[in-house]
């Protein structure tokens, strides 16, 4: 007879939603392995916070984030769109010609995944995104409602610290946030002071940042750079969150340098096992009761693509072709400028205040999908000397000398992140050139502006300029956003759930349609972005959700 699988469940991938669904089904009992291709980050010796270079590098990468997918060639731009070209006092225009550049699609390999370089911000979706179909005639509705994702936020927030409002009006909560909102920052009020006198609110932002020790981790000391990785281990990444619990359980093992190369679809439809390769270029076969695809959402449908078999010849969980559709990025605008005033927005936390007055799907009236304000100094990564010099203060010798003392710190910055609508020119394919060093086709992005999207950029850079300006900067030194660039932080939707297997990749508990002990677990789950949330805290919601039906299925033997 022959041996039974070596492991309940295989997670591939170990960020967001991989770690959040990990420590969720070994805390219930169940044998664990995630396959993670890239290494553990050791906070304190590999951030670089505290070295005079500080500024020469952003995330210190172990493994190239860029390897594995490229960027189809993208969207012709409109000339009659020349305000949202992207620009910096010193270098001028900062996309050359007449076609959006593809840049890049931002992510982090290793455990921890993205959030290992993310702001952390902590956001739930505004209860009227689960419905933007409803509202707006276009893109999709969640099969569920916000009432449904609640008690997950409430896990997720307790696991990861969130420190937030004491009241948000915007999003109902069956419970307070486990920590106070942090204080402010001079340049977040700054800011604030520029949003009330035009009108908007503004509230505290959630994020999984620590004002005081919590979970066996330090307060934050406010230096604002947690896009460079936390050195202090205080922000709720998943390495330091989920994946450290899922370990402590003692029923969860991480295989670092990992790489899965495709699952191994059997009859029944069942997956039989998955094929993965170390670094010495080993492969190896694991087999488990279940499977679940936590990658992100480029490498989690491109390794449904390549796990094309007689079974099923379109790949994996693509009988409908659905797999890789409906592919979102980052429509997002930053407008920067100098305030007379000192602003210190080198320090803080990243993002310390949020507007979310424009954030409903239907906020804006004419044009669908929403968006939020934010800080967008630590974003745009404005903090050191050396950006002011390249973007910031032209110029040579020594009257850049005392521009440069004139200008520095003073720097203040409104960010607009929005809705992206689903359309069929945005979505992730194989290329059917290039291969990665497995021999393996590397995912394709391609990536479509809508209409709707451009318009709505161009009320997310009105508002944020005008804000900008409310707030009492003299000039503007640089702006810049998604129009003509694609620089993508949050990416989602390639396996969209649904209850239609016409027109989604798994059913809503993240099961796929056809395939009984296949799951995903990550941002690729998403019928619609939301209105410029960030998206790591509903990913992880989401896996919980996604772990508790498996834990369901595999007691019921329907796995
Ligand atoms: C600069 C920046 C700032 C951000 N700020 C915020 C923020 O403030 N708040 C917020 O909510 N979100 C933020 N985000 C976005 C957020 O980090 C991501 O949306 C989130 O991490 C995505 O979760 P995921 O589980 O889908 O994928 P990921 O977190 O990217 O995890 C995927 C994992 O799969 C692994 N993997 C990939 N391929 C394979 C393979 N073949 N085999 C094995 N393992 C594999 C990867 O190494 C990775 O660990 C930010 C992102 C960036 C880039
Ligand atoms: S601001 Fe706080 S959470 Fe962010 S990197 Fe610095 S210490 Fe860590």
């Known amino acids: 007879m022959a041996a039974g699988p070596e492991t309940?469940?295989?997670?591939?991938?170990?960020?967001?939603?991989?770690?959040?669904?990990?420590?969720?089904?070994?805390?219930?009992?169940?044998?664990?392995?995630?396959?993670?291709?890239?290494?553990?980050?050791?906070?304190?010796?590999?951030?670089?916070?505290?070295?005079?270079?500080?500024?020469?590098?952003?995330?210190?990468?172990?493994?190239?984030?860029?390897?594995?997918?490229?960027?189809?060639?993208?969207?012709?731009?409109?000339?009659?769109?020349?305000?949202?070209?992207?620009?910096?006092?010193?270098?001028?225009?900062?996309v050359p010609g007449r076609?959006?550049?593809?840049?890049?699609?931002?992510?982090?390999?290793?455990?921890?995944?993205?959030?290992?370089?993310?702001?952390?911000?902590?956001?739930?979706?505004?209860?009227?995104?689960?419905?933007?179909?409803?509202?707006?005639?276009?893109?999709?509705?969640?099969?569920?409602?916000?009432?449904?994702?609640?008690?997950?936020?409430?896990?997720?927030?307790?696991?990861?610290?969130?420190?937030?409002?004491?009241?948000?009006?915007?999003?109902?909560?069956?419970?307070?946030?486990?920590?106070?909102?942090?204080?402010?920052?001079?340049?977040?009020?700054?800011?604030?002071?520029?949003?009330?006198?035009?009108?908007?609110?503004?509230?505290?932002?959630?994020?999984?940042?620590?004002?005081?020790?919590?979970?066996?981790?330090?307060?934050?000391?406010?230096?604002?750079?947690?896009?460079?990785?936390?050195?202090?281990?205080?922000?709720?990444?998943?390495?330091?969150?989920?994946?450290?619990?899922?370990?402590?359980?003692?029923?969860?093992?991480?295989?670092?340098?990992?790489?899965?190369?495709?699952?191994?679809?059997?009859?029944?439809?069942?997956?039989?096992?998955?094929?993965?390769?170390?670094?010495?270029?080993?492969?190896?076969?694991?087999?488990?009761?279940?499977?679940?695809?936590?990658?992100?959402?480029?490498?989690?449908?491109?390794?449904?693509?390549?796990?094309?078999?007689?079974?099923?010849?379109?790949?994996?969980?693509?009988?409908?072709?659905?797999?890789?559709?409906?592919?979102?990025?980052?429509?997002?605008?930053?407008?920067?400028?100098?305030?007379?005033e000192p602003q210190g927005g080198h320090r803080g936390i990243a993002s310390g205040l949020v507007c979310w007055d424009f954030n409903a799907p239907d906020a804006l009236g004419d044009v669908p999908g929403g968006f939020r304000l934010s800080p967008a100094v630590a974003e745009a990564d404005l903090m050191g000397p050396a950006a002011y010099a390249r973007r910031a203060v032209p110029g040579w010798g020594l009257s850049h000398r005392r521009r440069m003392r004139e200008a520095f710190a003073h720097a203040i910055g409104v960010g607009a992140i929005g809705e992206s609508l689903p359309n069929p020119g945005s979505f992730v394919d194989l290329d059917p050139e290039r291969r990665d060093g497995h021999g393996r086709p590397l995912a394709r992005i391609h990536a479509h502006l809508t209409e709707a999207d451009v318009a709505r950029l161009e009320r997310m850079a009105a508002t944020a300029r005008a804000v900008l300006e409310a707030a009492g900067a003299c000039e503007r030194v640089e702006e810049y956003g998604t129009y003509d660039t694609f620089s993508a932080t949050h990416v989602f939707g390639t396996c969209r759930m649904g209850r239609d297997p016409e027109t989604s990749v798994t059913r809503p508990d993240g099961r796929a349609h056809r395939w009984r002990n296949l799951y995903v677990a990550d941002a690729s789950l998403f019928p619609s972005s939301g209105g410029g949330e960030s998206p790591a805290l509903t990913i992880a919601a989401l896996a919980l959700r996604v772990a508790d039906a498996i834990a369901r299925a595999l007691a019921s033997r329907a796995a």
């Open 99 to 340: 076609r959006r550049r593809g840049w890049r699609y931002h992510r982090v390999l290793g455990v921890g995944g993205t959030t290992l370089h993310f702001s952390g911000e902590a956001h739930r979706l505004h209860p009227a995104a689960f419905r933007l179909r409803s509202l707006t005639g276009v893109g999709a509705d969640w099969p569920f409602g916000y009432d449904a994702l609640e008690p997950y936020y409430l896990i997720a927030e307790r696991i990861v610290g969130v420190s937030g409002p004491p009241r948000d009006p915007t999003r109902p909560r069956s419970a307070p946030y486990p920590l106070p909102p942090h204080p402010m920052s001079h340049a977040d009020r700054t800011l604030a002071r520029g949003l009330e006198r035009l009108g908007l609110a503004w509230l505290p932002n959630p994020v999984a940042i620590l004002p005081r020790a919590y979970g066996g981790r330090p307060p934050c000391n406010y230096c604002a750079n947690c896009n460079r990785g936390c050195p202090r281990a205080d922000k709720g990444s998943a390495d330091v969150t989920f994946a450290r619990r899922a370990v402590g359980t003692g029923r969860c093992r991480i295989l670092t340098g990992a790489t899965v190369l495709r699952l191994l679809p059997g009859p029944r439809d069942r997956v039989e096992a998955l094929e993965y390769a170390l670094g010495d270029g080993r492969r190896h076969r694991l087999r488990a009761r279940v499977f679940v695809l936590a990658a992100g959402a480029v490498e989690t449908p491109r390794l449904l693509l390549l796990s094309a078999a007689p079974v099923c010849p379109e790949g994996l969980a693509n009988e409908s072709g659905q797999v890789g559709r409906h592919f979102m990025e980052t429509v997002a605008w930053s407008s920067l400028g100098l305030h007379p």
């Open 8 to 94: 309940d469940v295989a997670i591939v991938g170990c960020g967001a939603g991989g770690a959040a669904c990990a420590w969720r089904l070994a805390a219930r009992g169940l044998r664990v392995t995630v396959l993670e291709t890239g290494p553990w980050y050791d906070p304190a010796r590999d951030y670089r916070l505290h070295r005079p270079d500080w500024e020469r590098g952003r995330f210190p990468h172990k493994l190239d984030p860029d390897a594995g997918y490229v960027i189809a060639p993208l969207q012709h731009l409109d000339p009659a769109r020349e305000g949202l070209r992207s620009w910096n006092r010193v270098r001028g225009r900062l």
